[in-house]
């Protein structure tokens, strides 16, 4: 962590290893993922990350791997690797919303009051976080990695030199 982004300090938990990609701050908690023998982990740090606990993502009473999470419109939304989408009010009690076939997910974000999630040449949109419109852009081996909006348009980047300009939803 880091209070003015010149002098990093921080604990790294037992067991979280060093590859933490992505990390988020979702509803003032900040969340860091890893993974680890084909095993995705679910860290969270409720003090700007000073501490880290193991967190765990349950649907039907089964441990999920959760790739990213988001949170917008009072609700948390959250990509496995399995090719769901769920959804919870509040980070504890989650519902599979949509399924796609399993994907790589590289972003998920609340931007211009859309949910947008990308995967390699995909870019999936929803304005409810239920409903869900699935996109292609590029050229086959190109791989979007990140999405921003800037007030007017959202702007997506990839490899390689990808950029993706879309209005929105």
């Not at 501490?51 to 993502?57: E, R």
């Not at 980070?91 to 211009?112: D, E, K, S």
Request: hydrophobic fraction near 40%; glycine fraction near 10%.
């Amino acid at each position: 962590h880091s209070s003015d982004g010149l002098v990093w300090s921080g604990p790294v938990p037992s067991g979280i290893g060093l590859n933490l990609s992505p990390m988020k701050f979702v509803n003032g908690i900040a969340y860091a993922f890893t993974q680890a023998s084909n095993t995705r982990m679910l860290w969270k740090s409720v003090d700007s990350g000073e501490s880290w606990t193991q967190d765990y993502v349950q649907v039907g009473g089964k441990t999920v791997d959760v790739a990213n999470m988001t949170y917008g419109k009072q609700t948390y939304v959250a990509a496995t690797d399995a090719g769901d989408i769920l959804t919870s009010t509040d980070a504890a009690q989650w519902t599979v919303r949509h399924r796609f076939n399993p994907m790589n997910y590289t972003n998920l974000a609340y931007l211009g009051d859309t949910f947008l999630l990308t995967n390699g040449q995909s870019i999936l949109t929803s304005i409810d976080a239920t409903s869900w419109q699935e996109d292609s852009v590029g050229q086959r081996g190109d791989i979007l990695n990140s999405v921003a909006f800037d007030g007017r348009q959202f702007v997506a980047v990839g490899h390689p030199g990808l950029v993706v300009l879309g209005t929105q939803a």
